[in-house]
């Protein structure tokens, strides 16, 4: 499965660790470059690379510490509540309950309905663990114990 961007729509890109404007991949170059100067370009490499030319602002982190770099903003975005919970909650695997002793989802189905897998999830307004196409309003954080 490829996965293309979508720069139609994008507002703001942070580039960490690539250098799409120096690709061999064409169609990626292309559309990178079609889109530049619809939104905001911010470049994190070492390298002041073919894409760091293009971007908007180019930050010369030192090697090695672009993984540090990501970890420090997850938490900013985690701790500041800087994410889109609604989204989260109906297009991402986010409120899925994980049990802690086995380290591993409580429940995951094949549901052919869907088209993809299905997993358990503890829905707020029926203060239960319910199927996450089932859920009025699943919880992104709790401890909950589960039957």
Same mark, same amino acid.
């Given at each position: 499965?490829? !996965?293309?961007l $979508? ?6 890109a942070?580039?960490i %660790? %690539? ?5 061999v991949?064409?169609?990626?170059t292309?559309r990178?470059? %079609?889109n530049?100067?619809?939104?905001k370009?911010?470049?994190i $490499? ?14 010369? !982190? %030192?090697?090695?510490t672009d993984?540090?770099f ?6 900013v975005?985690l =701790?500041?509540?800087?994410? $889109? =919970? ?6 991402? &695997?986010?409120?899925?309950?994980? &049990? !802690?002793?086995?380290k ?6 094949d549901?052919?309905e ?5 997993y358990?999830?503890?829905d707020k307004?029926? &203060?239960?663990p ?5 859920? !009025? ?5 709790g401890?909950?114990e589960i039957e």
């Amino acid at each position: 499965m490829e !996965i293309m961007l $979508d720069y139609d729509h994008t507002k703001y890109a942070i580039v960490i %660790r %690539r250098n799409v404007a120096g690709s061999v991949a064409v169609a990626y170059t292309s559309r990178f470059s %079609r889109n530049l100067g619809n939104y905001k370009l911010v470049v994190i $490499d070492p390298r002041f690379s073919e894409t760091a030319a293009k971007a908007d602002e180019w930050l010369p !982190i %030192r090697p090695g510490t672009d993984l540090a770099f990501v970890l420090s903003m997850i938490n900013v975005i985690l =701790s500041e509540g800087l994410y $889109d =919970s609604e989204y989260l909650k109906k297009y991402t &695997n986010a409120p899925m309950l994980i &049990n !802690i002793e086995e380290k591993r989802p409580y429940k995951v189905v094949d549901d052919p309905e869907l088209g993809k897998k299905d997993y358990l999830v503890w829905d707020k307004a029926r &203060n239960a663990p319910v199927m996450h196409k089932e859920a !009025i309003d699943p919880a992104l954080e709790g401890e909950y114990e589960i039957e």
